[in-house]
């Protein structure tokens, strides 16, 4: 029996325009993002559905990411696809507690914008930095990095995609260390500050009084969680986990390699971009995977699925 699990993306994956074709055709993605612009106090739609700079920043960009996320898994389901389980990198990882049932929409928006908040003032900007290291194995990584103060991984993304986060001046030791251990590339990310890092430690912290203020609710199937890789099934751990996931490192392949290992065997990627079916076809090349960014994308792999 084929096994389904839902994935949705992080920061970086925003793009204009998202979720507009779902908000012309669906009555239930324009409830929802209305409910956002209520909420928030400003309005979704122009965030989401034009060329902005506001929809790059990180106050906003959490909020209309998760809010886009939310309403293409919301038709996707409607239109009779239902995951077994679910995951998100990193902000994603909100998306995927909301459709296993465990927070409601309103207040996953409310808390990802508070979260976005939280973090863009962790560090001043210009202190902090983060880099894509391709083409180098994990160990090597490691090891070069236990010799270097505040730099440490945020991501491991896939095979030959690992992401460090840190001091700018640290960062840029690692970066030239790495190149010299064999790495193919390492790209500098235009991020504002130091994701995944220690340095974001306190802002955990203050997000853990928001989601204090917050009701959780059992979850209906399990999410698996960044900080350990593992599945969550009592909601009860969610809170501290969420707390620790700004700080600690994202175990992407790792979660993969799990739910892989749990049986599923199809994958299907919400929301814009492709850069998580990227990642799997790197991580296994034997599952299905999937990708749906526009209402015509859910119609066409809905359909897929459901005749396989």
């Known amino acids: 029996m084929s096994k389904i699990a839902f994935l949705f993306p992080g920061q970086g994956a925003q793009k204009a325009f998202m979720g507009a074709d779902f908000y012309e055709k669906d009555r239930e993605a324009r409830e929802i993002f209305d409910m956002a612009s209520r909420i928030l106090g400003f309005d979704m739609k122009a965030i989401c559905f034009a060329e902005n700079e506001l929809l790059h920043k990180t106050e906003y960009t959490q909020p209309a990411l998760v809010t886009t996320c939310l309403v293409m898994a919301t038709v996707v389901e409607k239109m009779g696809l239902v995951p077994d389980v679910c995951a998100g990198l990193s902000l994603g990882e909100y998306s995927a507690i909301t459709v296993c049932k465990g927070l409601e929409a309103k207040d996953a928006i409310r808390l990802v914008r508070k979260r976005g908040i939280l973090m863009e003032k962790a560090v001043p900007d210009g202190v902090g930095a983060m880099a894509a290291v391709l083409s180098l194995d994990t160990e ?43 790495a193919k590339k390492v790209i500098p990310l235009n991020v504002s500050g130091p994701f995944h890092s220690p340095f974001l430690s306190e802002a955990g912290k203050e997000l853990r009084n928001e989601l204090d203020d917050v009701a959780f609710h059992e979850l209906a199937i399990p999410y698996v969680t960044n900080v350990t890789a593992e599945y969550v ?43 998580l079916s990227g990642f799997l076809k790197k991580i296994n090349k034997e599952v299905s995977v999937y990708n749906i960014e526009t ?7 809905v359909n897929q699925i459901k005749a396989v």
Do not use: H
């Open 233 to 275: 099934t009592d909601i009860s751990q969610t809170k501290d986990l969420l707390m620790t996931q700004v700080a600690a490192s994202v175990k992407w392949q790792q979660s993969v390699e799990n739910m892989i290992q749990q049986g599923v065997d199809t994958f299907v990627e919400i929301g814009p971009g492709k850069t």
């Open 140 to 182: 090597t990584i490691e090891e070069v990095l236990s010799t270097i103060d505040d730099v440490s991984i945020a991501n491991y993304n896939c095979p030959g995609q690992i992401v460090i986060t840190g001091r700018k001046a640290a960062v840029e030791e690692a970066s030239s260390k790495l190149k010299e251990a064999g």
């Open 295 to 301: 209402f015509e994308d859910a119609e066409n792999v």
